[in-house]
């Protein structure tokens, strides 16, 4: 809604389609019913301890999963502000914003601070996918469209990975000298 609005594109396609309304409508109510479910505590600590024996494992997919994401909405957004005819700066700047938006929304929900605020590589990553998303798509770089997202997407999705694996931060302010 913030790159449809910073574009111009009103009204945003979030208000303007009952189809986005519909799928988080749905969404909500799925997790509602399969949450909803009453344990015993003596069930609900046995899947306590499983969930925490799991956990390692499902962490390593939620960060795969995350950073996948991230470049799939990068990809879009800058799709999306390209399509506006924006410049391929302004419009891997508006991908990023897609991108990192639904995430900062996930992380005050549950009352964290978004992983873009944090010293972690989130947003370079998703504007470096859309810069060179943005440049393909101007060079003419696409078989159908493809080519230009999936290397986008994969850039996207490694650089994530490989900064998680590293430890790879920016500098917090004031660090450099």
Do not use: C
């Not at 609005?5 to 303007?16: E, H, K, Q, R, Y």
């Amino acid at each position: 809604m913030i790159r449809d609005a910073l574009m111009g594109a009103t009204p945003v396609a979030a208000i303007a389609d009952w189809r986005y309304f519909a799928t988080a409508l749905g969404a909500t109510t799925a997790v509602l019913l399969f949450t909803s479910r009453r344990m015993s505590d003596s069930k609900l600590r046995s899947a306590m301890e499983e969930v925490r024996g799991r956990a390692v494992r499902f962490d390593r997919i939620a960060v795969v999963a995350d950073a996948l994401t991230l470049g799939l909405f990068a990809v879009s957004g800058t799709l999306k502000a390209l399509d506006y005819h924006l410049p391929v700066f302004q419009a891997a700047l508006l991908g990023t914003v897609t991108a990192t938006g639904g995430g900062v929304v996930r992380d005050v929900l549950v009352n964290e601070v978004p992983l873009v605020l944090q010293r972690e590589l989130y947003a370079v990553p998703a504007f470096l996918g859309g810069l060179l998303f943005a440049m393909m798509q101007r060079h003419g770089f696409v078989v159908q469209g493809y080519l230009a997202s999936v290397v986008a997407i994969s850039l996207t999705t490694a650089v994530r990975l490989v900064a998680v694996w590293r430890d790879w931060h920016a500098p917090r302010p004031g660090a450099v000298a």
